[in-house]
């Protein structure tokens, strides 16, 4: 298959950096829109490059990232944060002369600090961030829809080739992603008040509800369903991933983190004194925001009551 | 239909006082299970009533509760916890006598300071509290597996006849609940942490993410696949209900928000000194909780990613 031949892929041979929850979807889609040739990755674990190669989601896999990304035309650094910066240091000599190199870090100015060094000239780097996921973790949770519909950020620096911006934005458009472009600075502010201390404090209620004195573990589970195992679902994240992207975006989650408290102790004031009206204001103007998730298309209206949701709901009875 | 009938139904007439999520799903799930004669009910609306009339739900609306409550074997209360008192004080002398009064409020204590007074001899008072729902609110939002599996608290006195208390676990457990009575005080404590606290710092992130100055609404909404979305569908419930509740558990909820927010500026600091251990080993000890959770039947492993989830899951197509 030759460039000239109409059918061509986007990319003759991509390599994944790391085959968990992300990389396999990415394998998934990939395959889904028929817009690779080869996928070859590297795993840390004998058994995730086994458990790859058994799934297909690779065609060939190494033990070493230098080795897989060798030859190829776009390399995804699909690692935790915290491994990017090492790994892209020893690929850098490996890397072929234009290619594009980008990742689906959740953070994405430290990306550029520990990435953005090691990249040799004729090789574009791109950082990337598909925003999707599921709480679970590992290359048998991949899966082609998980990126239909939803947004991947990209954040190019002034000076990247416009051409390869335009050829990766394609790919995630073929993924099934709408891509937006943005300063690495403000996707770390935008992140961490969507996705990194909501996760913050979803581990935060887990912790504290499994240390109290007075309310036992089991009644804690077995109660669970008034809300609070909502949080345990996204307080099952992998945990190496999300301590690098708390350790890698330290200033924004700080800093939304005090709006988060200041306004909490607002609330606990309303409710210390019985401002009834308040919290009903503050209660109502919550539902407006869901409502706008709803009509953007990035959740259902599906009632959740914890079994998988929908399956069972009136609204899809009907 | 008499009672020697062996076929005769738990309660030949029971009332819905309200008839929103909880009061509809009653009746749905006390229809599935055959054990009421008639369903009758009131509602402060007459949209409510006539759309209750419509689905089915009741055999006969009132506009006010005591005609509801009239020569009924069974009353549930099913309206915000603030309304529970002056209803009891409403209908107390329309009670049948040997009937039971119930409830299905999230706060037991205050229930049972309100509601006692006005219940009038040889009327048996045994406060409940099914723990299921959805984000949803209305006639329209009930269905008949609500309680499928989940568990209800009854709250008696130490004096309530304990017949009453029994058949009012039976008629629970025929719509599908896990039955288990405790104290109206450890109640509370139990809910203000599993259900509470959650959707207080739920309603408070959303209304935090609303009101940033760098970070717009639609960036708000556009990304917030990354956990905040799950956030909103929580802060999507019923502001008075919630209103009720904070005003009426004010103690145990000012405790455990105590604790959260102590444990979270343990994590805050954690994060402002780079310590990733920490970080790890308390993100590790959240996930525990969740396979709890999972293994007791309150929720189910398939990962949600925001479309009514299960349904197009990996988990559903294996």
Redesign the interface.
Known sequence: MTKSNPTAPMFERIALIGIGLIGSSISHAARRAGVVGSIVGSARTPATLETAMRLGLIDQGFITAAEAAEDADLVILCTPVGLCGPIAKEISRHLKPGAILTDVG?VKAAIVRDVAPHVPDGVHFVPGHP??????SGPE???A??FDG??C?LTPEPHTDGAAVEKLKAFWEALGSKV?IMAPE?HD???A????????????????????E??T?S???????????????????D??M??DI??NN?EA??D??G???E??TA??RA??F?E?ET??R??????A??R??IE?G???P????????????????K
Chains 1, 2 share one sequence.
């Open positions: 959740s925003i999707a996921g599921t709480e679970q949770a991949g899966f829809e998980l939803r947004w950020i937006e403000h502010l935008v992140l008040i969507t996705s990194h201390v909501p996760h913050l404090i979803a581990y935060n209620i887990v912790n504290t509800a499994a240390n109290l007075r309310v573990d009644e804690v589970i077995k109660f669970s369903a008034g809300g609070f195992r909502d949080f345990t679902r996204i307080a099952a994240s945990p190496v999300w301590r708390f350790l330290k989650v700080l939304m983190l709006r988060f408290t306004d909490l609330l606990q409710i210390r019985g009834g919290l009903h503050l209660f109502t103007e919550a539902r925001v869901r706008g998730i953007a990035q959740d259902t599906a009632p959740d009551f914890g079994r998988g949701a929908a399956a069972t709901s009136p609204t899809d009875v």
